[in-house]
């Protein structure tokens, strides 16, 4: 089964407005990544929290994790309508090789 | 300096076919992952290889599907005798040498196979 699960699975917002997406997962971590995907293209990374971290930044996106909860959000913002796009979590296990992927957030901005 | 690259762009087999992808990873970097996507879903691990070597192939199935990544050339995600299950996008990544375990990945545009 999917180490991620992302929620929720899909969100709708007006242009301006914050964007929170939430991802929990099983098993114990090294990291956390957050990635994006536009329709019919490839991920793009956003942000990597690692498990001693609690919080960070980049821009204008903010990710916290709660190791104890094994739970991390992902905020946006200040929405754009160029936000629009599928947003994944993936972690990486405390002992192996691969990113492991949640089902994903569908987030649309309105303009 | 060239992202990952994936092609074809779109792979269209008959039933009973075979499917090659290929995926070559950004300059310098020496660790591939293929991933499976459905639509409207996430991204599922298939295999891990690093030159010449396959690391982790937990998420192949075990029949039909076979995955390289020679010294020399583009990794290949093989598929023989393709069904209409395996209809999907199949994304490549890359990521670099060293330090495998904080390093995000690269993606390549993908492959969208369809099997009539």
């Known amino acids: 089964s999917q180490q991620g699960e992302e929620d929720p699975q899909a969100l709708s917002i007006q242009e301006g407005e914050n964007a929170t997406m939430n991802c929990s997962y099983k098993t114990s971590i090294n990291n956390l990544q957050w990635y994006r995907q536009n329709s019919g293209r490839g991920l793009v990374h956003l942000i990597l929290?690692?498990?001693?971290?609690r919080e960070k930044h980049s821009g204008r996106l903010r990710v916290t994790l709660d190791t104890s909860k094994k739970s991390s959000s992902l905020l946006i913002t200040a929405s754009r309508a160029a936000d629009t796009a599928s947003y994944f979590c993936a972690t990486r296990m405390e002992y192996g090789n691969k990113l492991v992927f949640g089902a994903g957030t569908i987030l649309r901005v309105k303009s | 300096n060239a992202g990952v690259m994936q092609n074809p762009r779109h792979l269209v087999r008959r039933r009973g076919q075979e499917a090659r992808l290929r995926c070559s990873p950004m300059?310098?970097?020496?660790?591939v992952y293929w991933y499976r996507q459905l639509p409207e879903e996430g991204l599922k691990f298939m295999v891990y290889?690093?030159?010449?070597?396959?690391?982790?192939e937990s998420g192949m199935p075990k029949e039909r599907f076979s995955a390289e990544f020679p010294k020399e050339g583009p990794s290949i995600l093989r598929i023989q005798q393709v069904v209409r299950g395996d209809s999907a996008a199949y994304f490549c990544?890359?990521?670099?040498?060293?330090?495998?375990?904080?390093?995000?990945?690269?993606f390549g545009s993908g492959t969208q196979l369809s099997v009539l």
């Open positions: 290889l690093q030159k010449e070597n396959i690391i982790d």
């Open positions: 929290i690692r498990s001693n971290e």
């Open positions: 300059k310098g970097h020496s660790h």
């Open positions: 990544a890359s990521s670099p040498r060293e330090t495998v375990t904080n390093e995000k990945l690269f």
